[in-house]
């Protein structure tokens, strides 16, 4: 294995969005913790993938890791540099590192734009002031998308879905960034479509040593295209681990839980299903302690007033429950 | 052998401009046995849901019925007025939608969407009803139903308003169940438990379901048999593990192999190259060749549909004699 080089470090990274309401409806009386203090690495070149839950908190934290969003409290560090400080004109700049794929390809194109416009805008907006040269850089990357020349003249609805998300992936592309968070890049496609754009991705990402952060709640695709991965519960991450030994043996109750619901890949094979009990609480009033604990089928005294933190339970798997505390350790 | 229940006999729906038929559904023929849970896959804009829409007189407007028929014991739907759907419909067909947002009316409580179902087929008190609405939600697995009953929709989560579609829909003890992707909107915890509900009241209420997915991962949960469609028209029908085990049509093959294997780690999945023809937009022939690795100069003709030994019937060339 090469050496990991780390490109980017999020720390305790927090998004609270406030609730207005009183009198005037201008005093905030309550805060939505959408992301409550999440940490995690991204090596160069690595696909890191997020699961969890709707409403979970996934994509909240894809924008604000790169400032979509500002972070409530907390620090990343893209190539070592704090960017939770840059100024607004210096993190224009460092933007055309950092691009996002988003979910819906029929929402995030401008309707009245034609194609060949959508692509060339973010060289315009990152002062590319060069035509030709930007004209050379559109039917390039089109061209490394699978968009052909005559398809650039055309306007967003005449394409298909699949079609739609490789313009989003041309233009997420065009500024040559490093890190790309695709938030649910695949969800809206179907099947024959969905491996179509994956391939694609892997194939930029061999090219170009792109660095992923891949967003989705579909575990088996994620299985499939991501190194790492982080499980995440009501704003927080639970467990941190290498794909094989998340999916061979998941340790937090509610990754197993979720693993276990995924349907059968046969007929005939026989599974065993954990069933979580009850809805998903709001993350603008969370259970206390360890916030799983109302839906957790382990659940002891412990985890409904103290509050577990993140630990290592392995090579490169960190696990936060009380299940697998110190005290606990000792006691099985 | 098990006993047929419904048939949909060579239907065909479609729009029609200037005297000019554009179906969207093709001429498609199937059965519904008894008890048994049959799952209509495809991708985004084959025709599923025009087909389930057919079966509940539930048509968008601009949308019509141009062939075929559809049987359920006496009945023949093609010859139904207004009040024969009223009275089909919820009795002996109920249907789920996906968005239960949009099939549940915002303004009123919970508790009343479920009374008026009932009281549209049944001869009972308003009194009653409410027992049996409450009896309904019991029954589905919703925590505090009294309180339920009289709170709106935007109050619950997106599992318990499915919950609430399931309880309307089966409220008056239907026959048949459609469910149109029934939980593609949830999330894979709250999947299961629907799905698992699902299978238990189908077996207490002795009903038959239709059951419509794009994810096979479902369709190899929940169902017996299936009915594979492509741009308007069925090119597969077999029974479940045959499907998965030994599927025939280049399409359905291509459709398992793009999924991604739990359990085994490949580089790149496989896909189906180009994307579904728009309808007014067909290929002629088989609709699928312009896709398909097997593609022969035969399939310019329309294909037949072959019975295998096995039982399945499958739309291609590569399977005559
Ligand atoms: N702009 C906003 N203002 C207030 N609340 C918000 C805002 N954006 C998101 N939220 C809330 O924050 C929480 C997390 O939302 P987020 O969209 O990050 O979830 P997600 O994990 O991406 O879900 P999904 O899988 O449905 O996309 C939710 O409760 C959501 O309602
Ligand atoms: N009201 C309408 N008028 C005309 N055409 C329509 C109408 N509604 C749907 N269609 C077309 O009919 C075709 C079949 O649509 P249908 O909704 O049955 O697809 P589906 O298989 O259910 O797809 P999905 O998986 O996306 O729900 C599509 O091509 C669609 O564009
Ligand atoms: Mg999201
Ligand atoms: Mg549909």
Redesign the pocket.
């Known amino acids: 294995m090469h050496k990991q080089e780390e490109l980017l470090r999020v720390e305790n990274i927090k998004k609270y969005?406030p609730i207005k309401g009183g009198v005037f409806g201008n005093k905030t009386v309550q805060y939505?913790k959408?992301v409550d203090g999440i940490s995690f690495t991204v090596n160069q070149g690595e696909t890191f993938g997020i699961v969890?839950e709707?409403?979970?908190?996934?994509?909240?934290a894809g924008r604000t890791i790169m400032r979509m969003l500002e972070p409530t409290e907390g620090t990343v560090y893209f190539q070592g540099q704090d960017i939770t400080k840059l100024a607004n004109d210096d993190m224009r700049k460092l933007r055309k590192d950092i691009q996002i794929v988003f979910q819906d390809p029929f929402a995030s194109l401008n309707p009245r734009m034609r194609v060949y416009k959508i692509i060339e805008e973010p060289l315009i907006n990152f002062g590319v002031t060069d035509q030709a040269e930007r004209h050379r850089r559109v039917l390039e990357v089109a061209d490394q998308v699978g968009i052909s020349q005559a398809q650039l003249k055309r306007l967003p609805h005449e394409f298909s879905g699949g079609q739609r998300q490789r313009i989003g992936i041309a233009r997420a592309l065009i500024s040559k960034p490093k890190l790309i968070i695709a938030d649910e890049p695949v969800s809206a496609l179907d099947v024959s479509i969905q491996s179509q754009v994956l391939n694609l991705m892997k194939d930029l990402q061999k090219e170009f040593g792109l660095t992923y952060i891949f967003i989705s709640?579909d575990l088996s695709v994620v299985k499939h295209f991501c190194d790492r991965i982080g499980v995440m519960y009501l704003g927080k991450m639970v467990e941190i681990s290498a794909k094989d030994d998340l999916y061979d043996d998941p340790k937090h109750p509610y990754a197993k839980a979720l693993l276990s619901a995924l349907p059968k890949a046969h007929p005939l094979q026989e599974k065993e299903r954990i069933m979580l009990t009850g809805d998903v609480p709001s993350?603008s009033n969370p259970p206390s302690g360890c916030t799983f604990h109302p839906r957790c089928p382990s659940c002891m005294d412990a985890c409904k007033t103290v509050e577990p933190i993140l630990q290592p339970i392995g090579q490169n798997h960190i696990v936060s429950c009380h299940l697998y505390t110190a005290e606990e350790a000792k006691s099985r | 052998m098990s006993r047929k229940l419904l048939e949909v006999d060579n239907l065909q729906v479609g729009i029609s401009d200037d005297g000019v038929r554009t179906p969207i559904v093709n001429g498609i023929s199937f059965q519904l046995n008894k008890g048994e849970t049959l799952g209509i896959v495809g991708e985004s804009g084959c025709g599923k849901s025009m087909t389930s829409l057919s079966l509940m007189g539930l048509l968008p407007p601009g949308v019509e019925w141009q062939d075929g028929d559809i049987h359920l014991h006496n009945l023949h739907f093609k010859d139904f007025k207004k009040k024969d759907w009223r009275k089909t419909r919820g009795k002996k067909l109920s249907m789920i939608f996906q968005e239960p947002m949009s099939s549940l009316n915002p303004v009123y409580p919970i508790g009343k969407q479920i009374i008026e179902m009932i009281l549209n087929h049944e001869k009972i008190s308003k009194k009653q009803a409410r027992q049996r609405a409450l009896q309904m939600l019991q029954l589905v697995g919703i925590p505090r139903p009294e309180q339920v009953l009289d709170e709106y929709p935007h109050q619950l989560s997106g599992g318990m308003r499915q919950r609430v579609m399931i309880a309307i829909a089966l409220s008056c003890n239907p026959e048949i169940l459609i469910a149109d992707e029934p939980t593609t909107a949830l999330d894979v915890t709250i999947q299961a438990q629907i799905l698992e509900l699902m299978k238990k009241l189908q077996v207490q209420m002795d009903m038959s379901i239709i059951l419509i997915t794009h994810d096979l991962g479902v369709v190899a949960e929940m169902c017996d048999r299936v009915i594979v469609m492509y741009a308007g028209e069925i090119i597969e029908e077999s029974t479940i593990v045959e499907l998965f085990d030994n599927p025939k049509h280049p399409y359905t093959k291509g459709l398992l192999e793009s999924l991604p294997d739990i359990n085994e780690q490949k580089e790149y999945l496989s896909s189906i190259p180009g994307m579904v023809p728009a309808p007014g937009d067909m290929p002629k022939g088989c609709r699928f060749a312009p896709r398909c690795s097997r593609v022969h100069d035969r399939c310019s003709q329309q294909p037949p549909l072959v019975t295998t030994e096995s039982g399945s019937k499958v739309q291609c060339w590569l399977f005559e004699d």
């Open positions: 969005f939505v959408a969890g709707s409403g979970c908190g996934k994509s909240t709640h993350p």
